[in-house]
């Protein structure tokens, strides 16, 4: 079916998703979320299993994590023409949820994204990459609608291992893999671990130190791993509106990132996932484990305007990498949000030339903001 008859059949399925499913707002209050008033924006409709029986088959249906939303199979607009699937698969007792766009058939790409973050963060990426490759976008165990009782190892070496047996179990072999911040240092674990690293085709790595110790100021993670840092309930607003960010963002999509932000026991999981480790401990790690197996083409993309992850950390990083870029941009922390198509397109070079013009180590990358600068 093609992409613009598929669209015409989701469309006529609204009134009858709605029909056959509880309100979402109600689902958002019996999820201990504030009701959203602009929630129809996103409006989940049942997926049209005959359309995708390979897809379906080929991520096995979990029961969700209680006080979740979205139910295994439906789908979501993310952009003009495309639709993402969500989905719910069990590891070991632990529920993933994660996101796909594109056709099953395509190239792999995976997103693992950071803090305060989710799936959702991509979603523009996801977006401008689904008409060339399968795009998968995880909530990390701990984060959005995935597991994060008590009892599930948040650790990023825990959820790293756990990502693994993940993708073994819905059939992804090879990827291209997007990381952002956090999700960067969950890549470390991955990539350090036997077998991987073969298994990753190219790599973007976004807004993480990478050989140089973090620069000052250095974000508070000695507060990040209290639940009660993590329970504020401005914590998102505030992070976006801080000197971290170079765009206004619209407050309906601040109010996305707040709702997948806010699911019960996630101020408690992201406190956790702080414990126990720092950036020292971290580039520890990274140096003597993970960038000796970096062996595939690598961009490491970083904006020129973050205040606590100074150019001159990245400006030999290329030279440890047998095939290794830095690309830096013109843009903040955040930078999938303030220019997704930028990064589609730095990934889309990646992916597909593997950095042949690895001659130019250090490139820089125009940007066109899609919010009002601040």
Do not use: C
Request: proline share 6%; aromatic share 12%; hydrophobic share 40%.
């Amino acid at each position: 079916m093609s992409k613009k008859a598929s669209k015409l059949a989701l469309s006529s399925l609204g009134a009858v998703g709605f029909a056959l499913f509880a309100n979402p707002i109600a689902l958002a209050e019996d999820a201990n979320h504030s009701p959203e008033p602009e929630w129809t924006k996103y409006s989940y409709e049942p997926y049209p299993f005959p359309y995708y029986v390979d897809d379906v088959a080929r991520y096995p249906a979990t029961t969700p994590p209680e006080g979740t939303v979205n139910r295994h199979g439906e789908i979501e607009y993310l952009a003009d023409g495309v639709f993402g699937a969500h989905w719910f698969v069990d590891v070991e007792g632990a529920a993933w949820h994660f996101v796909t766009a594109g056709d099953p058939s395509k190239d792999v790409v995976l997103f693992i994204h950071g803090y305060p973050d989710t799936w959702y963060a991509y979603s523009k990426v996801m977006a401008a990459l689904a008409d060339d490759y399968h795009v998968i976008a995880v909530d990390t165990l701990g984060y959005g609608q995935s597991s994060k009782g008590a009892e599930i190892d948040v650790s990023y070496a825990a959820v790293a291992a756990s990502l693994i047996k993940l993708l073994d179990r819905i059939e992804v072999d090879t990827f291209n893999l997007i990381t952002h911040d956090r999700g960067s240092v969950i890549s470390d674990h991955l990539i350090a671990t036997d077998g991987m690293s073969d298994r990753i085709s190219a790599f973007l790595r976004m807004q993480q130190s990478f050989d140089q110790p973090h620069g000052l100021p250095r974000p508070p993670h000695s507060a990040m791993a209290t639940a009660e840092f993590q329970r504020s309930e401005t914590l998102i607003k505030d992070i976006y509106a801080s000197n971290y960010a170079s765009v206004e963002l619209p407050e309906d999509e601040i109010a996305r990132l707040e709702w997948e932000w806010g699911f019960k026991g996630t101020a408690e999981a992201s406190a956790r996932t702080f414990q126990g480790t720092s950036f020292d401990i971290e580039r520890e790690f990274r140096m003597k484990n993970a960038v000796p197996r970096m062996t595939m083409p690598v961009v490491i993309l970083q904006g020129s305007r973050d205040p606590a992850q100074r150019l001159e950390e990245y400006f030999r990083s290329a030279d440890l990498l047998p095939n290794g870029r830095v690309v830096i941009v013109d843009a903040n922390h955040f930078i999938h949000a303030e220019d997704p198509a930028a990064v589609a397109r730095i990934a889309r070079n990646l992916f597909e030339f593997k950095n042949a013009d690895r001659a130019q180590a250090i490139s820089y990358e125009p940007v066109r903001f899609i919010h009002p600068e601040k």
